[in-house]
């Protein structure tokens, strides 16, 4: 069993910058985020395979967040720029033991408990 803890999160307003960090207990090969808004269902942001050949973003982030992962410390990160209101969430780190990168929830087998994420407008 893998544990993930993210951390980072925060308020910030629009147009500023977060990082998110989400550190594993042990090594895993796909690694994502993803995040959800009240009242809404949850939704890819972000996925990296192993070795960061393989990136995949959501249409809404792609320009403005960069996914990249540390495979020594078992930690993956967000870099959250240009922050938009519709942004606000609570952001999910999600991970996998197959080699495969998958960007819907069925497809990550471990999960975090979330950090909250608030964009001002």
């Known amino acids: 069993q893998v544990q993930l803890v993210e951390s980072g999160g925060g308020l910030v307003q629009a147009g500023g910058s977060l990082r998110l960090s989400c550190a594993a207990s042990?090594?895993?090969?796909?690694m994502g985020w993803f995040r959800q808004a009240p009242g809404k269902e949850r939704e890819f942001v972000a996925a990296?395979?192993?070795?960061?050949?393989?990136?995949y973003y959501s249409d809404s982030v792609k320009g403005r967040f960069t996914i990249s992962r540390d495979n020594a410390k078992n930690t993956v990160y967000l870099q959250m720029n240009s922050l938009k209101p519709e942004d606000t969430a609570v952001y999910h780190c999600?991970?996998?033991?197959?080699?495969?990168?998958?960007?819907?929830?069925?497809?990550?087998?471990?999960w975090g408990q979330g950090t909250q994420v608030t964009v001002s407008s």
């Open positions: 999600a991970a996998d033991p197959r080699l495969r990168v998958g960007v819907r929830v069925h497809e990550y087998q471990y």
């Open positions: 042990g090594r895993t090969f796909a």
């Open positions: 990296s395979s192993w070795t960061g050949g393989s990136i």
